[in-house]
């Protein structure tokens, strides 16, 4: 069980392929997400900034991302990732799809936090006559901060998740490994840490948000 | 100060139309403690929302200060909000923010200096008695200091009008009385004018002057509290004005008397009867003797009281009292109108 064909050093860099993977499409992805969130939530009917057609092409739009598999969507869009990074094959290839399906799904969770925010906080806003820029930036965003660091919290070990299937476009990862040698080559060893590595980097994440969102809501 | 001409409010929702205001006209008067009373669902929350436009007329045509807000842009609508504050029944406060930054939320809104917010917040504070709660967070308050929290918020910007939906709704009867203390305070030291909706008619009694009572979305009776409560007119005026005056005998006491009464008709001259009445004082009426004079004065009447109560309403007494006369014919008719020349207001009471 114990005799395997990988070196430690090919773990730590798989390691460090998944955090680059995770890090930077998390990044991108919530900088487009959390703006699409809001957009969903102040364009809606009733909302502050309420606009039936903006909310009606977005709405689908989200949807229609949201619904692909993301081994489907990677392949899908292999020639617009060409067209971005040059390349089709490698982390910066895998970034690509995996922001590309992380920032809707940011988008729909960022929405469901500030819909958490009470009515009678918008309407205690709108009664002092905040413009809607303010009401997203002191009563919105502010109310509902301790449910987006959860949310993003969930956005990340969906993204782990994800950074798994990388592998396919050469993507790398400790996903990529556990298949291409613990998989492929029966190496049960390499199956094994692969997971328990996962397990911890999850545990650890999730402890963070939950650390993290404890500490907004009661400051 | 703000006033409603001939405002309709309809509401559509899945092609179902609900009128929630008919025909409403009143006005509020600088100065004045408004209160509007009504049962749920009949409007008021609607109304309150009109003056400072949360929500707009369908028909007719709100002012404040004069100014019809129809006519206002969104950039005024905006600073006509920040001259009238707002309280809410859940009292709508922040509750990732500290008591201090959520006074502060308004001053912050409209870019006030640090070191002006600081002591005007501190004021506030001061103010409303939470000197000590700055660094508090809402969820560490009772439900009253979350009012007083909210009232100094709606206080920062220094408005002019303080709106206020069902604020002690949410608040026991000693609470109530404090936030109530309140926002009289708010209203001669600052002079602030004051509309209040309710539901509980011992908040008019406490704090208003003038009162408007709504049912299905129309006024059915407004003017000085004095007034509606002396003389209610409308049945359900007259339901609300029983929750906090007793203006009649309990009923197995009516029983009472009706057997009593029934009884002693038999033994009664030809010439004699039994008559009862309800007396009604108003202010220095009900500190005169006047009962005393009629004892006194028609001897030949016997007087039975058979029910007495004093009521205290913006600082006029109000009393009620249901009394037995027993005589000739005509001495009852000279004590009836000796009473009415008092200025009692006397009905007969038929069994």
Redesign the interface.
């Known amino acids: 069980m114990f005799s395997t064909s990988i070196t430690l050093n090919q773990f730590i860099v798989a390691i460090q392929e998944t955090l680059v993977m995770v890090g930077v499409s998390l990044l991108i992805g919530s900088l487009i997400g959390i703006p699409l969130g809001i957009l969903l939530v102040v364009t809606r009917p009733g909302g502050v900034l309420e606009s039936k057609l903006f909310y009606s092409v977005l709405n689908p739009i989200i949807n229609i991302v949201r619904s692909l598999p993301f081994i489907i969507l990677l392949v899908a869009i292999i020639p617009f990732t060409r067209m971005l990074v040059n390349t089709s094959i490698g982390t910066s290839a895998a970034i690509v799809p995996l922001t590309i399906y992380i920032a809707p799904y940011i988008g729909r969770l960022v929405e469901n936090s500030l819909l958490e925010v009470?009515e009678?906080?918008l309407?205690?806003a709108?009664?002092?006559?905040?413009?809607p820029f303010?009401v997203i930036r002191?009563?919105l965003l502010?109310?509902a901060?301790?449910s987006l660091i959860l949310t993003l919290t969930t956005a990340t070990i969906g993204l782990i998740g994800a950074t798994a299937m990388a592998g396919v476009v050469g993507g790398g990862g400790v996903g990529d490994l556990a298949i291409s040698f613990g998989y492929q080559r029966f190496d049960t060893f390499v199956i094994v840490v692969t997971c328990i590595i996962l397990v911890i980097i999850v545990q650890g994440v999730q402890s963070l948000g939950n650390y993290l969102a404890r500490k907004?809501?009661?400051? | 100060m703000i006033q409603m001409q001939d405002v309709y409010k309809v509401f559509e929702r899945k092609g179902v139309t609900n009128e929630a205001l008919k025909n409403i006209n009143l006005t509020v008067n600088k100065g004045d403690i408004f209160g509007v009373i009504g049962y749920s669902g009949a409007g008021k929350s609607t109304l309150i929302r009109l003056v400072n436009y949360l929500e707009r007329p369908t028909k007719g045509r709100v002012l404040v200060d004069g100014k019809p807000l129809d006519l206002f842009d969104t950039k005024q609508l905006r600073a006509m909000k920040k001259n009238i504050g707002m309280i809410f029944q859940h009292f709508n406060l922040l509750e990732s923010k500290t008591v201090f930054d959520n006074v502060a939320i308004p001053l912050v809104l409209t870019k006030t200096p640090k070191t002006d917010i600081q002591q005007r917040v501190t004021e506030l504070l001061e103010f409303v008695g939470l000197g000590d709660k700055a660094k508090s967070f809402p969820n560490e308050l009772s439900g009253g200091q979350k009012q007083r929290v909210g009232i100094a918020r709606a206080l920062a910007s220094n408005p002019s009008i303080l709106l206020c939906d069902e604020a002690t709704s949410a608040l026991d009867p000693q609470t109530t009385r404090s936030i109530l203390q309140l926002l009289k305070r708010i209203n001669e030291e600052y002079n602030i004018t004051i509309m209040i909706i309710t539901h509980e008619m011992s908040v008019i009694q406490e704090i208003c002057n003038r009162v408007a009572v709504m049912e299905k979305g129309e006024i059915i009776e407004q003017g000085t509290v004095l007034e509606v409560f002396g003389k209610p007119k409308h049945p359900t005026t007259k339901n609300f004005v029983r929750t906090v005056i007793q203006d009649s005998m309990q009923s197995n006491m009516k029983e009472l008397i009706q057997r009593q009464s029934a009884q002693q008709r038999h033994q009664l001259d030809a010439n004699q009867q039994i008559q009862i009445y309800k007396l009604e004082f108003v202010g220095e009426h009900a500190s005169e003797p006047i009962i005393h004079t009629l004892y006194r004065k028609y001897v030949n009447v016997q007087l039975n009281i058979l029910f007495a109560n004093m009521t205290e309403i913006q600082s006029t007494t109000l009393g009620h009292m249901v009394i037995q006369l027993k005589g000739n014919n005509e001495d009852i008719q000279e004590a009836v109108a000796f009473l009415e020349d008092k200025g009692v207001t006397i009905r007969e009471v038929k069994e």
């Open positions: 009470k009678g906080i309407e205690a709108e009664s002092m006559g905040a413009t303010q002191y009563f502010p109310e901060l301790g907004a809501r009661r400051n």
